[in-house]
């Protein structure tokens, strides 16, 4: 008995460990009283010495950072349960509170119950810019949603994120703003979670609010789309879910979807069967409503124009896989398939004899004629193809019918490709009844191959090659006797024998050689990184215009050459100019093109360009043009490549700094040491540089002074000691791609910790290795735990580092690991590229280099041929010398300890490349081939009969084969290092071996525990439970491979051990050997159910899994629930019956016999090989009374009947004979239902089993069989429960059974049936509702809150009520058991969309007295004659009709709501933009500007009556938008939320100019004025900032610009200055006044347009005499007249967007600015002017060409902080000495202020005020598109009434182009989305600007986009 005691305490101890089984009660997500849970109920803990540090552990424990207050006295209320702690005394450094020292007794009350308050500083979480699983992620921090930065993010993160959510993990990580930029604060940056965290905040990050970010640098997620089963487990009792937590307001916005992957199957390119890609696997569509608008949708999302016909009835054959979506309802409109309206993903009611398919336009046949009929004698001509096969004559039309609409149909050889070649060559191949097949070279001549090169876009061919010059094919010879006359446009227009007619073989396939048109470029006139871009074409090199030459250009033609990326587009010659042809002008690449003749291009030789316009480029100077030759990794003679060939450096000069720069360009941190004198050896090539001097800062050597020519041997080369910490990585314990990741330092191999490893690391490390990219990155010492240190931890690449210890970590052995952590890689198994492509030329290849890849060729997996690779192929090495240290190093260099052999005589048969190296002496210490003696490269005195082999040493089991394994990998002979176990299951079988190519057994002789020890081990288990002997797991049929096994324990492997030799035995298979090894599967839990019911799943590889039900039954389930503890089975369920699981199917086909201890045990197909879905998990329903709770012998005690009642399970409840949330109280004992008696039950009794049950509590307990009578037992009596237990059976009864009750005493209740928020939404997983009853369940969906189309819950899934008879008193029952009072309108014919479901009522007639729907008279479920058009809706009475605002004026203040007959507030929780647009439209306004929390407005006095409201912002009133329910809060009144409704949707300037008048608004449909009472210059910087300029410089009063007419509307206006708008300010209100108009207020703006001065003539005195007579100007301005003018209108010309020649415009016309006195100063103001941060450069002597007009300004000194030109000295206006060819320019920073409207209008473009002084072409090209005009903060189009090339010739010269081309209506350019700014516009072609042609006014036009006006401008 002590013993079962022990026990009992032992688990105490491990279940209170558990973070999970604390909890704060009483409070909110943060604080509460503190709880534990021990022995099946929650207890609290004692305050007595209760202090900080005992609530830090607390804290800690739940996953918060730390305490922010210790609380005692029961300050969060008293506890209920027993008190489990006293005395508590932590030290702060304990991980769980029952660590610390405590008393188990104690002396206490609940009074004295202890709590927390944990600081929790983030509490929300949300995606913007998205849809419902994927967005930017935005955190709630200080008051406002922010952002997180992508520095460091990853999918480690993400994953937190989602979890999260809701979701079950994240599919993608988003960097650069992906979902767009957001607007708050960034709140976090450097984020760096561990994967285990329960939310962001818990992850480590820089800090909030500091980082060093921008909004393009946002974060986002892609969420798995299926939510996280929020559902307690059988192993988390319900109890211990939060119900608050730290950021645990979530919300999704928008849309989004899974089906991103869609292809059509069965059928040709554009038609088929539709297939969607979900759970892993392609899946059908069931064609129920199937239809042309489906069609579209699927074939738009797969690249054609339109579906020409949607199909059903499985027309192109029968799909295999799950039928994804069923009754799809596309509008077409639609982006992908998951957008349209389906029943639910796998929710359907379909076989696959339904499935959908589709018919795409976009790929006409080109075997039929465009016009005419398909005659009799055409569709016997078809038919005789072969082509035609019978089944498809069914698409032949019996009658004439016109050709163009059948001939779509017919799709025969579309595509072609090229194989076995290059880019522009090889073999030719068509793609034909689904594979790929060739073309016999049978009368194949140049007509043919021409055709061939057109249709794959190429201009022509050069040849057409016979004899199967690029290999032969291995699919069918689809066609042969091609004739082409050279004209077709695809190869099946040709004349040929007919579709796979021929007498042909493969050795007969056809080939081309197309013309490449432009795939040779180089650099001249430069050096090897930079130059003049050339081309080569016809026959010459010729040059590219530098018009719109750019960034993405120039990286272009840098990746075209083998170069990363660009630094730099160089213009105008700047590596002198070319005397070939120009090939290319007005390039535009995109900068992901392969080469330069993909970009855009005015074509071919088209150019208006000289060569003094050459392009150039610089590009990113990388360690290929450099390398280190003689020495080791990091050391050697310094050479470099220049013109096809390596050279070396002379040592004049040479030293340190200049070592450095090689160092560094080459990639490693810095020099060690310079060396002379040939340290390193004597080169052999030219000697390339001398005298070179670096400063150090030199990006590359060529950029170091240097002399070209040279007065040196090679006995003075350069060479450098480059100081490299980790220069040495490889992968051990896997194979040659794959393995744990060591890297050398301080003398020995190390490993790398796996914390924050990930494929953007593992990417680097591959391409360290000469890989090309990961496959897979491994963590938790995938492949065996390494010996040495831990070198590197917190390994954060950012991908483009070129070794592992350039990206950012902890530190050289800086780490908080253990191997158990050590990461691995798995790498691309193709060695990265280091062949030429077809464009690039060898002469770029280096000719020598390392030789850091080397492989086995012609073994296994550990032995073979030594093979490196050099000049871009494979070759050998020679044998002579080769000893067994040479094998040594080329076992270590792949990653193995040693080697076992050095072979010689081409052992592994003889390789077929050069023969590399010979005479190969290594020490045995080199940590590559290349690094040991050697006679040279490629010099030897040998044949291949000589090449050298090795074996390696035997590597661990990791390397064995999984069922996923190729057997390509498995070695044919060798040693025994495969092995497996057969006949049986996962972890027992008979012991087979693989050896000379199969699989054999070994002999039982000698076999015991000892041996099968090493063989466990061996396979990865632990050890081994059982020796096997006498074939138990059946015969084997290969080889005897071992007799007579003798190990001593501590073997690797089988090998190792004693044995009669290979193949030496004296057995039959009758004594094959065989183990039983520890179990894999140890783990098995019950989910989805009750405590001993549930779905079966077992832990595997770090998560739980599934079991599919195929073959399961009760001999399976009964292992599964003895291994639970219980002691037998009384169900093996099958159809996922307790929900469908979400990890991976674990086993499948499991047989067991029923006396297996565990269920790995049984027979099984293996781990993870299955055919099956989570709708087939299995499930069991074990014996109520676990075994583990009886004694084993002995009697049951009275103590002990005690201990099993007070343990009993009774966690199943139900509610019968009534409705969804009332009816008899059952509980599920022994096997059966049986019911409560009703003695003493009351509302306590009865809240907990509502709350049992899901609902809030109980508003009912009823007695005496109200809801009839049960049959079963009677299972409790007198019940008394506190009201706070968890479950009905923690409440104390008579015991289990024991009752003096009848039936007739049955208990009940009712329960609170919430409105719409506890009704089912379509993430609400279908286990949660109801599978029996009546119709209690109805929603309203298609529409808002209180109103939508009326559906009702039936046999599992939503349906709809058709109208017939459809009236207002049914509308009334329906709302009322919605909860609303009532209803407002009866709607019919579908008017809130058609429904989906089954129609479940028809002919409702209520009298509207009752309950429920379901009470109403009907037609009988599902009996109806009706349609969706006719499903019936309703309009409900709204709860909360009645909003104001308090506390604040007219437009803003607290928002109150009316509700039971009181006004209350609303809480600021989630409270955001989009709720207050919903208020203050419901008032009457048109949008809100803001929305407000923390009282902004003062406290509120009356009921919170909604929290965590949450609108999308399309509602009608605030109460359509989720919410947490009414008068539900969590809230106080310094918590009420407000808004700022805006008001005034215009302003405007009245009776003034440009920037000065009488302020008016637009209020009411009018224009009125504001009194002048309190106006000054606060109030007068808010009106001109809202109009658009940078300050006022005066508030006028007394009606200073005339007397307005209209209403006065503002008063008493007190602006603080920073409102965005006049209505933010604080006024009387609207209309109220006592003012008059001469008080009429007016502004004076800063900036004057130049429209206010006269555009030719002179200042004469009599216009400074008026100019000075008005207030604008005062007499601080008077010194600006007439000295100088306002040149406020300034544009580059000559260059492009950011330089150029500087032009003012000055008297009705362009004029220029000399360059005396021109600096960078005077540039930096020009370029601020032009809305660019500073200058690069400022130019003299008319660098951009010399300009044409006037000479304005002469002798211009700016200090550099004016705001314009025309502030800094100058001799006066057209005051100069200079000709044209001084004319200054400047080279402006190339990223324009954010102060432009867009990046894609050019600075040169924009003046710095007026109305409409902005205009742009949008949704075209540079010369021609969309007008678009920026006014009032944004763009907005012109309407094409009126619209002439007249008024076309304004806006093109307005742009810098001479004249217009064309004036385009009705949106030629795409119809744009702002508004509509200019209508009737009237040109005389004499203005300047736009804005001074005739018009209607601004905004005043009766347009819409569809008119809106576009141009083409003319180009010289």
Same mark, same amino acid.
């Given at each position: 008995m002590q013993l079962w005691w022990l026990l009992v305490v032992a688990c105490s101890v491990l279940i209170s460990g558990n973070a999970k089984l604390i909890r704060l009660a009483g409070g909110a997500g943060n604080t509460g009283r503190v709880e534990v849970y021990h022995n099946g109920q929650w207890g609290t803990v004692c305050d007595d010495g209760w202090g900080l540090e005992e609530a830090n552990v607390v804290c800690r424990q739940l996953g918060f950072e730390s305490a922010s207050w210790s609380r005692t006295m029961a300050h969060y209320g008293q506890g209920t349960g027993p008190i489990l702690l006293d005395d508590v005394v932590c030290d702060g450094s304990e991980t769980f509170l029952t660590q610390c020292s405590h008393s188990d007794t104690h002396d206490c009350q609940h009074t004295e119950d202890a709590g927390v308050d944990c600081y929790s500083v983030l509490n929300n979480v949300r995606l913007a810019g998205g849809g419902g699983n994927y967005g930017r992620v935005e955190v709630y921090y200080n008051g406002q949603w922010g952002t997180v930065c992508d520095d460091g993010w990853d999918l480690i993160d993400a994953n937190v994120v989602c979890r999260q959510l809701g979701f079950e993990s994240a599919l993608e990580s988003k960097s650069s703003a992906f979902y767009g930029q957001g607007s708050g604060t960034i709140v976090l940056d450097d984020v760096d979670c561990t994967g285990d965290e329960d939310s962001l905040d818990q992850c480590r990050h820089n800090g909030l609010e500091e980082h060093n970010c921008v909004h393009y640098e946002d974060a986002g997620v892609v969420c798995s789309n299926t939510p996280n089963t929020l559902l307690p487990t059988t192993d988390t009792p319900s109890s211990l879910l939060p119900t608050t937590g730290v950021w645990n307001n979530v919300r999704l916005a928008g849309g989004g979807g899974v089906l991103n992957n869609v292809r059509l199957a069965g059928g040709g390119g554009n038609y088929g069967r539709v297939e969607v890609y979900y759970n892993e696997q392609w899946g059908t569509v069931c064609d129920d409503g199937w239809d042309l608008n489906d069609a579209h949708v699927v074939c738009r999302q797969l690249g054609f124009e339109s579906a020409l016909e949607g199909n059903s009835n499985a027309m192109y054959g029968l799909g295999s896989g799950p039928i994804v979506l069923d009754d799809v309802d596309c509008t077409g409109d639609e982006h992908s398939l998951d957008q349209c309206?389906?029943?639910?993903?796998?929710?359907?009611?379909?076989?696959?004899?339904?499935?959908?398919?589709?018919?795409?336009?976009?790929?006409?046949?080109?075997?039929?004629?465009? =016009?005419? !009929?398909? $005659? *009799?004698? &055409? /569709? @016997? %001509? +078809?038919? #005789? =193809?072969? !082509?035609? $096969? *019978?089944? &498809? /004559? @069914? %698409? +032949?039309? #019996? =009658?004439?019918?016109?050709?163009?609409?059948?001939?779509?149909?017919?799709?025969?050889?579309?595509?072609?490709?090229?194989?076995?070649?290059?880019?522009?060559?090889?073999?030719?191949?068509?793609?034909?009844?689904?594979?790929?097949?060739?073309?016999?070279?049978?009368l194949w001549d140049s007509d043919d191959a021409n055709v061939v090169c057109r249709q794959l876009g190429f201009e022509f061919a050069l040849e057409g090659n016979r004899n199967a010059l690029y290999g032969q094919g291995s699919g069918p010879i689809v066609l042969d006797d091609v004739e082409c006359t050279g004209d077709e446009d695809s190869l099946d227009q040709c004349r040929h024998n007919g579709l796979e007619e021929h007498n042909c073989g493969h050795h007969e396939d056809a080939g081309v050689v197309c013309q490449n048109i432009l795939n040779t470029v180089r650099l001249a006139g430069g050096g090897g990184n930079y130059g003049r871009v050339e081309v080569y074409y016809k026959g010459q090199w010729g040059t590219v215009c530098d018009d719109w030459w750019d960034s993405d250009d120039a990286n272009v033609v840098c990746r075209q050459l083998g170069f990363e990326f660009a630094l730099e587009g160089n213009r105008y010659a700047l590596y002198g100019q070319g005397s070939g042809p120009i090939v290319l002008d007005d390039v535009e690449c995109t900068g992901d093109e392969d080469s330069l003749d993909q970009c855009r291009h005015n074509g071919l030789e088209e150019h208006n360009c000289g060569h003094h316009e050459d392009a150039g480029v610089v590009c990113q100077s990388n360690a290929k043009e450099i390398r280190l030759a003689g020495g080791a990794g990091n050391t050697g003679r310094v050479e470099v490549y220049h013109n096809g060939q390596w050279g070396t450096v002379c040592d004049d000069g040479w030293g340190i700094e200049e070592a450095d720069v090689v160092c560094r360009q080459l990639g490693f941190e810095s020099a060690s040491w310079s060396r002379t004198k040939a340290h390193y050896g004597q080169g052999t090539g030219p000697i390339l540089l001398d005298d070179v001097v670096c400063d150090g800062s030199e990006t590359s050597l060529t950029q170091c002074s240097h002399s070209d020519t040279d007065n040196c041997q090679h006995t003075e080369d350069a060479g450098v000691d480059c100081y490299s910490v980790l220069n040495n990585v490889r992968l051990a314990g896997g194979g040659g791609n794959y393995g744990r990741v060591e890297v050398y330092y301080n003398g020995q191999w190390g490993t790398v910790c796996d914390d924050g490893w990930d494929l953007i690391d593992a990417n680097v490390v591959c391409r360290q290795l000469g890989f090309d990219s990961a496959l897979e990155s491994k963590s938790s010492a995938f492949y065996g735990q390494g010996s040495g240190t831990i070198v590197l931890d917190d390994v954060d690449c950012t991908g483009d580092e070129d070794s592992l210890d350039q990206c950012g970590h902890a530190g050289l052995e800086e780490h908080n690991c253990g191997h158990h952590e050590d990461a691995g890689v798995v790498c691309q198994n193709t060695p990265n590229t280091l062949l030429p492509t077809t464009d690039t030329p060898s002469s770029l290849l280096p000719t020598t280099g390392v030789l850091n890849n080397v492989r086995l060729a012609g073994g296994g997996g550990n032995f073979g041929r030594v093979e490196v690779y050099y000049k871009g192929q494979w070759g050998t090495v020679c044998d002579d010398l080769w000893d067994s240290d040479d094998a040594n190093v080329v076992c270590r260099q792949l990653g193995f300890e040693f080697a076992l052999e050095g072979n010689r005589n081409a052992l592994y048969g003889q390789g077929s490349g050069p023969i590399v190296l010979d005479d190969v002496e290594c020490t045995g210490d080199e940590d590559s081939l290349d690094q040991c003696r050697h006679n040279g490269l490629e010099e030897h005195n040998c044949g291949h009969y000589e090449d050298a082999g090795v074996v390696c040493s035997n590597t661990p089991n990791t390397l064995l084969p999984t069922t996923d394994t190729p057997n390509t990998l498995l070695p044919t002979t060798g040693v025994l290092n495969n092995v497996r176990l057969a006949g049986g299951g996962g972890n027992y079988g008979r012991v087979e071996v693989y050896y000379n190519g199969q699989w054999g057994t070994v002999c039982d002789d000698g076999w015991d525990l000892i041996d099968a020890n090493v063989v466990c081990r061996q396979l990865g288990f632990d050890s081994a439970l059982e020796y096997n002997s006498n074939a138990l797991y059946d015969q084997g049929s290969g080889p005897i491979v071992l007799d007579d096994v003798d190990c001593t324990g501590d073997e690797d492997s089988l090998d190792q051990c004693g044995h009669a030799g290979l193949e030496k035995h004296n057995c039959g298979h009758h004594e094959d050997a065989g183990v039983v090894c520890n179990s894999v599967l140890n783990n098995v839990r019950l989910a989805g159910g009750g405590g001993h019911y549930g779905r079966v799943e077992v832990y595997y590889k770090g998560q739980w899994g599934t079991v599919c039900d195929d073959l399961w039954d009760s001999d399976d389930a009964n292992v599964v629930c003895r291994q639970l503890g219980f002691e037998f089975a009384l169900e093996g369920n099958r159809d996922a019956l307790y929900g469908q699981g979400s990890g991976p199917i674990v086993l499948d086909d499991v047989e067991c016999t029923g006396d297996e201890d565990s269920l790995d045990q049984c027979r099984h197909n293996g781990l993870e090989e299955h055919n099956c879905g989570h709708y087939e998990d299995a499930g069991v329903v074990c014996s109520n009374t676990p075994s583990t709770l009886l004694p084993t012998t002995g009697y049951i005690t009275e103590e002990l009947t005690t201990l099993l009642l007070s343990t009993n399970i009774l966690n199943t409840v139900r509610l019968a004979g009534g409705g969804g949330n009332y009816g008899r109280v059952e509980v599920y004992y022994k096997g059966q239902w049986g019911t409560v008696c009703d003695d003493l039950w009351d509302s306590d009794d009865a809240n907990v089993v509502c709350r049992q049950l899901g609902f809030e509590f109980a508003l009912e307990g009823n007695r005496n069989a109200l809801y009839g009578q049960g049959s079963g037992p009677i299972v409790l009596d007198d019940v008394e429960c506190t009201g706070d237990e968890d479950s009905l059976d923690q409440c104390r009864h008579n015991g289990l059974e024991e009752h003096n009750c009848r039936h007739h005493e049955d208990a009940g209740v009712v329960c609170q049936n919430t409105p719409n928020t506890l009704l089912p939404t379509t993430d609400t997983p279908s286990s949660l509702l109801p599978t029996t009853g009546v119709l209690n369940n109805v929603r309203l969906a298609g529409g808002g809150g209180n109103y939508g189309r009326v559906e009702v819950y039936y046999n599992g899934q939503w349906g709809t009520v058709c109208d017939d008879g459809w009236d207002l008193i049914d509308a009334n029952v329906v709302c009322r058991q919605l909860g609303f009072d009532s209803a407002l309108e009866y709607n019919s014919n579908a008017l809130y969309g058609q429904g989906s479901g089954p129609i479940m009522l028809d002919d409702v007639d209520c009298t509207g007295d009752e309950d429920s729907l379901d009470q109403c008279g009907h037609a009988g479920l599902e009996e109806h004659n009706c349609g969706h058009h006719e499903d019936a809706g309703v309009v409900c009475n709204s709860v909360l009709n009645n909003v104001r605002l308090a506390g604040g004026g007219g437009n803003y203040g607290r928002v109150e709501v009316y509700y039971n007959e009181q006004w209350g507030t609303v809480c600021d929780d989630g409270w955001d933009l989009n709720d207050a647009h919903v208020v203050c439209r419901q008032l009457g306004f048109e949008s809100a500007l803001e929305g407000n929390s923390n009282a902004m407005y003062g406290l509120g006095s009356g009921p919170i009556v909604l929290d965590d409201v949450d609108c999308t912002g399309d509602e009608h009133s605030l109460d359509q938008c989720r919410h947490a329910g009414l008068e539900e809060d969590n809230c106080d009144h310094f918590e009420d939320a407000g808004v700022v409704c805006r008001v005034f949707d215009n302003v405007r300037l009245a009776g003034g100019g440009g920037n000065y008048g009488r302020v008016e608004v637009h209020y009411n449909g009018q224009w009125g004025t504001v009194c002048d009472d309190g106006w000054d210059l606060n109030d007068a910087h808010v009106i001109c900032r809202q109009l658009g300029f940078e300050f006022a410089l005066e508030g006028n009063s007394n009606a200073l610009y005339g007397q307005g007419s209209g209403p006065i509307v503002l008063d008493n206006v007190n602006c603080m200055g920073d409102e965005d708008s006049l209505d933010q300010c604080r006024h009387n209100g609207l209309e109220e006044h006592n003012c008059v108009h001469y008080e009429d207020a007016g502004v004076v703006c800063s900036n004057t347009p130049s429209t206010l001065l006269p555009t030719t003539g002179y200042i004469t005195e009599e216009l400074t005499t008026l100019l000075l007579s008005t207030s604008y100007f005062t007499e601080a301005l008077t010194t600006l007249l007439p000295s100088t003018n306002i040149l406020n209108t300034v544009r580059l010309a000559g260059g492009g967007g950011n330089y150029g020649r500087v032009e003012v415009y000055y008297k009705g016309q362009w004029g220029t600015v000399c360059d005396d006195l021109w600096d960078s100063d005077d540039a930096n103001v020009v370029c601020r002017q032009l809305g660019f941060e500073f200058a690069l450069e400022g130019n003299r002597n008319a660098l951009y060409g010399q300009g044409s007009g006037p000479i304005v300004l002469d002798d211009v000194e700016c200090t550099g902080g004016e705001d314009s030109l025309d502030q800094c000295r100058h001799n006066g206006l057209e005051e100069h000495n200079c000709r044209h060819h001084e004319d200054a320019g400047v080279v402006c920073q190339n990223t324009p202020n954010t102060l432009l409207p867009t990046t894609d209008t050019p600075s040169s473009l924009l003046p710095t005020t007026g109305v409409l002084n902005n205009v742009r072409l949008a949704g075209g090209g540079a010369n021609y598109g969309r007008v678009e005009v920026y006014y009032n903060g944004q763009w907005g189009t012109v309407c094409d009434d009126g619209w002439d090339v007249t008024d076309a010739n304004v806006v093109c010269r307005q742009l810098g182009f001479d004249s217009a081309k064309e004036g385009n209506s009705y949106a030629l350019y795409g119809q744009g989305s702002g508004p509509i700014v200019l209508d009737d516009v009237d040109c005389t072609g004499d203005e300047d600007f736009l804005d001074q042609c005739g018009h209607a006014g601004l905004e005043n036009h009766d347009c819409g986009h569809h008119e809106d006006a576009g141009v083409v401008c003319t180009v010289l």
């Open positions: 309206r389906h029943n639910g993903l796998e929710e359907h009611n379909c076989v696959h004899y339904e499935d959908a398919g589709v018919v795409c336009s976009n790929t006409p046949s080109t075997l039929l004629p465009t =016009t005419g !009929y398909i $005659t *009799e004698e &055409l /569709t @016997t %001509l +078809l038919l #005789s =193809t072969s !082509y035609f $096969t *019978e089944a &498809l /004559t @069914t %698409l +032949l039309p #019996s =009658t004439k019918v016109p050709i163009r609409l059948w001939r779509w149909r017919v799709d025969i050889l579309n595509t072609v490709r090229l194989a076995g070649g290059g880019g522009n060559y090889g073999r030719v191949e068509v793609y034909y009844k689904g594979q790929w097949g060739t073309v016999c070279d049978d």
